[in-house]
């Protein structure tokens, strides 16, 4: 079985889920898009990933300011407003008759092109928007057990070439640090920048916790996450010392405890990395303590939203 930040709980309700393209619904198996897609053919896209919480899909507006940073950044159009977006996930979601503990993955590529190329101005149509919602728990193996992680030789890439915090659908890179890690025997990548210091995971941030502090990195070569960003302010909210800094293996394989975050795993302990022990190899006190806090704020959340 596939061990990682990632892993979900089967759930036979997915067989039969309703996918909006471009303002339509279609069966599991029939949702279907053109080879002539520019996220097919190029990778030319941008994506975002929520969570639904009794009703609540958490965070919302962080979700929709990062996707319209990623379309601005790669020049995309995209032909629509955040509320317009944010009706056709509800219609979605209405269409499934669903209201708690699902995914939601929002896709939007620059369009259908008229021959494969690179070339933008080869696109023949408005943007494509496919909404995917699956009923998806987080295993509970993960937080009891830990995930490994193993330093892939990948390395995040430099801002100037390709921002690691833009969201969007080249990712042969974090794929390509994953199959190491796997190959290696882990579960999931640790990659470092550009200058040899942690970055992130291949699909989630990165935090170690050393003498009572939290660490992550600078946030310069990593990816622009949302639940990395809630980690950070509960620290400070609740007088945990968190540090934005550099630092290398030689920090990290000292590490009294060590976990990652991501929106759907929430926080996710790491149990071994490069085959060393991280701490006592189990979910660490001030680890659990931000997930304890990490879930309030979920809970603080949807009690907002459910009162406006």
């Known amino acids: 079985m596939v061990h990682g930040t990632h ?19 279609y069966k599991r198996a029939e949702a279907k898009i053109s080879v002539f897609d520019s996220g097919y053919l190029v990778g030319d896209g941008v994506w975002e990933a929520l969570r639904l919480h009794q009703g609540t899909l958490v965070f919302l507006q962080d979700h929709l300011d990062r996707l319209w940073q990623s379309a601005a950044t790669v020049g995309m159009a995209l032909g629509f407003s955040q509320q317009e977006l944010t009706q056709n996930i509800y219609k979605t979601l209405h269409e499934n008759n669903m209201s708690n503990g699902v995914h939601v993955r929002v896709m939007v590529t620059r369009g259908i092109k008229k021959t494969p190329s690179q070339d933008p101005r080869l696109t023949i149509s408005g943007p494509n928007v496919v909404i995917i919602p699956e009923y998806k728990t987080a295993a509970p193996e993960s937080k009891a057990k830990g995930i490994t992680l193993f330093t892939s030789t990948i390395r995040r890439g430099s801002p100037d070439y390709l921002d690691p915090r833009l969201n969007c659908h080249s990712k042969l890179h974090e794929v390509q640090a994953l199959i190491q890690a796997i190959e290696a025997g882990a579960d999931e990548a640790l990659m470092l920048d550009v200058n040899g210091f942690v970055s992130t995971c291949n699909a989630t941030n990165f935090f170690i916790v050393k003498n009572g502090e939290v660490w992550t990195s600078t946030g310069q070569y990593c990816m622009n996450g949302i639940t990395r960003a809630k980690v950070i302010h509960l620290c400070r909210a609740n007088n945990i010392i968190c540090k934005e800094k550099n630092f290398s293996l030689f920090d990290v394989y000292g590490a009294d405890e060590a976990f990652v975050t991501g929106s759907f795993g929430g926080i996710t302990p790491v149990s071994k990395i490069d085959g060393r022990q ?11 303590k931000l997930d304890t806090l990490y879930n309030s704020l979920i809970a603080h959340e949807v009690e907002n939203t459910s009162r406006s």
């Open 7 to 25: 892993n979900a709980l089967e759930d036979s309700r997915n067989q039969n889920i309703k996918i909006f393209i471009n303002g339509e619904f």
């Open 278 to 288: 991280i701490g006592d190899g189990k979910f660490g006190t001030l680890s659990k």
